[in-house]
């Protein structure tokens, strides 16, 4: 069982020289995954804009002028539609994503018949559907899905810098219900925030703190969104700085898939590079990621072959087991 480490224990890692840093990374990752290859996500926004909460990065928020057009939910065969063709152009699981505050039972239906529906295509499940009621994790767990997602996004003292309409108490409630009713969790944050490198310490340790620890871990690098508080004001975080958090991460989750999300498109190959040096080992593919743009399949593929690296193939087993 992995061990959690204390926000001045993660620290002490990102104080790390960094070729001393990266070089542990890499060795915790040999022990965990087999090396050069890299899970590959597919991330479809299924319902789009209008929502009531006030994440201070976020496009999709209501109450900013970002652009963004709401759209309803979705319909089922346009779902299957993109997740086949994510299938064909080699991603292995499938991502649903709804702006919502939380769901409510009617969408959850509609939701669950698509998890069901891309279930039986072979691929794995995720969905991000904001905070879970009671029983409703159960559900999508017997609709067949394998992951939920929900961020922590940042250090518990950073939070209220960036959200004021939730609190870091309901997120981990929500990441409680969706362990208990025995999904895999994917769980990461956000880098570029405004935040100090010990509140990306103290995201990390949160994260390590979870039992078991998340499945998946995403790390974004900021998009700036103009119209959003964060966008307006936030400076980027340096690349090597990035890539600090993605090692840390690596040594305090060595079990977890750490995935590169949104803002690789910042990122040159040399630091993607990097990054995969460092412990990453999952991408999305697509070139967006719900509102903000993405890498497309090709240069995404033409990067991995300059790499070496290959595409994992098929779904892995269940690594909640494995580390309960």
Request: charged fraction near 20%; include cysteine; charge should be negative.
């Amino acid at each position: 069982m992995a061990q959690s480490l204390s926000t001045a224990e993660v620290q002490a890692l990102l104080d790390k020289p960094f070729m001393d840093l990266v070089h542990e990374a890499q060795t915790i990752h040999r022990r965990h995954f087999r090396p050069g290859t890299v899970q590959v996500s597919s991330l479809l926004s299924v319902k789009t804009g209008g929502c009531p909460e006030d994440c201070g990065y976020c496009a999709q928020a209501a109450r900013y002028q970002t652009g963004v057009q709401g759209e309803g939910l979705m319909a089922t065969d346009q779902v299957l539609e993109q997740a086949r063709a994510a299938r064909d152009a080699g991603a292995t699981r499938f991502c649903l994503s709804a702006a919502w505050r939380g769901p409510k039972d009617r969408d959850l239906d509609q939701v669950a018949e698509m998890v069901a529906a891309v279930k039986e295509m072979g691929m794995e499940t995720c969905a991000t559907l904001g905070m879970l009621g009671e029983g409703q994790a159960e559900r999508l767990a017997v609709a067949g899905l394998d992951y939920y997602n929900h961020n922590l996004d940042t250090s518990p003292e950073y939070y209220q810098q960036v959200i004021g309409t939730r609190g870091y108490d309901h997120r981990l409630d929500t990441l409680r219900k969706v362990q208990e009713a025995g999904l895999n969790v994917c769980c990461g944050g956000i880098v570029g925030m405004g935040e100090s490198r010990t509140d990306r310490a103290g995201l990390i340790a949160q994260l390590a703190a979870l039992a078991p620890q998340p499945q998946s871990v995403p790390i974004n690098n900021l998009v700036p969104v103009p119209g959003t508080p964060v966008g307006d004001s936030s400076e980027p975080v340096e690349p090597l700085e990035f890539i600090r958090t993605v090692a840390a991460a690596r040594i305090a989750l060595p079990s977890s898939y750490i995935r590169l999300a949104a803002g690789r498109l910042s990122l040159t190959e040399a630091e993607q590079a990097l990054c995969f040096q460092a412990g990453a080992n999952s991408i999305f593919y697509g070139d967006e990621l719900l509102t903000t743009p993405n890498p497309d399949e090709g240069s995404d593929r033409a990067l991995l072959d300059k790499l070496g690296m290959a595409i994992e193939e098929a779904p892995q087993d269940s690594r909640a087991e494995k580390q309960a």
